[in-house]
């Protein structure tokens, strides 16, 4: 694990008062970047940090790789000191494990270590993880309670609305704030729903009112507008951004798509792209930047033909002059 130093300001001053507290853990702002896999690795956390996003979770990873295989997966745990506060998410279906993984990720110094019982996909909750733990309350009670105690952090908790036969989301927000959980982040939607449909935003303001620790509402954020929307419509802390984040951290300097100029896009994918690679290396750095970039530059409604030609050069040089040229002309 690295704890890296980079050059990101952050405009809140030590003397401005927080907007809501996880614990002792002070946080100043009320959208956050939703961990997602495959996304939410350090170069574009860091990105969406230093451009307003008030926490950074890490991606969420399995209890047993963390008790197992550490020296495999030590990298996801990689952040900078400007990241703080910085929160570290573990899933899983055997609390032992989970207690066992959040007492070993507690030596990387996270301000918070986070739960996950929302992840929908079946591979991980047909097994009892992620939104599987929604159906075992005890077992999440078990967990909480275990970790409240043992853990020098706040734990806290991202759950969805349960799955459609068995909305379990009231009763684990009551079992996760009674066995010391600090915050619950809740999506509004079932694990059916997936990624899919509408999110339901009257789930998340009835959590709100079961509960006296904050709420993150998740789910159907696109624009500006809808980050104080949701606020209004659930009375909760704060909102949590997933993909509407992707080829456009600017949401979090409330920025919406049609503001953003192509110059900052420019800039913006010269950053991302230096940060790719001196995480991963050259090469993979370039390949793990190209789901990016095809976000990115879809903003400027460049043609397919040119888009394609940007995307698949297999080198940064190559990449850079393509897009400098795409710009220019």
């Known amino acids: 694990m690295q704890v890296l130093q980079t050059q990101i300001a952050t405009s809140v001053l030590p003397e401005t008062p927080p907007t809501f507290r996880v614990g002792n ?38 209890a047993e790789f963390i008790v197992n295989a550490f020296e495999h997966i030590a990298t996801r745990f990689t952040y900078d000191e400007a990241e703080r506060p910085f929160v570290i998410q573990v899933y899983g279906d055997d609390p032992d494990l989970i207690i066992a993984a959040a007492l070993r990720v507690q030596e990387m110094r996270p301000d918070i270590i986070d739960i996950n019982m929302g992840c929908p996909a079946r591979t991980v909750a047909n097994r009892g993880a992620g939104v599987g733990l929604m159906r075992t309350p005890l077992k999440v009670a078990r967990i909480f309670q275990k970790l409240s105690t043992l853990l020098d952090v706040p734990v806290t908790g991202k759950i969805r609305l349960g799955w459609e036969d068995n909305r379990t989301y009231k009763l684990i927000a009551r079992i996760v704030e009674e066995n010391g959980g600090a915050l619950i982040a809740v999506h509004g939607r079932t694990q059916e729903q997936g990624y899919g449909g509408e999110a339901n935003w009257d789930a998340i303001a009835e959590v709100k009112a079961t509960v006296k620790i904050p709420i993150i509402g998740n789910g159907d954020v696109k624009s500006v507008a809808d980050i104080e929307r949701m ?20 949401i979090f300097s409330r920025l919406d798509r049609e503001q953003v100029t192509p110059e900052m896009v420019r800039q913006m994918v010269r950053q991302h792209l230096e940060r790719n690679q001196q ?8 390949i793990l930047f190209r789901k990016h ?37």
């Open 279 to 286: 995480f991963y290396g050259e090469h993979k750095g370039l």
């Open 231 to 250: 606020k209004a419509h659930t009375g909760c802390e704060a909102v949590m951004i997933g993909r509407a984040a992707i080829g456009n951290p600017w």
């Open 293 to 329: 970039a095809m976000r990115y530059l879809a903003l400027q409604r460049l043609p397919r033909v040119t888009r394609t030609k940007i995307i698949l050069q297999n080198d940064a040089e190559g990449f850079l002059a393509l897009l400098d040229e795409a710009y220019v002309g």
């Open 25 to 62: 853990i002070p946080v100043y702002g009320d959208a956050i970047l939703a961990p997602m896999d495959g996304f939410s690795d350090w170069p574009f956390r860091s990105i969406c940090r230093a451009l307003g996003s008030a926490m950074s979770y890490n991606e969420f990873t399995r």
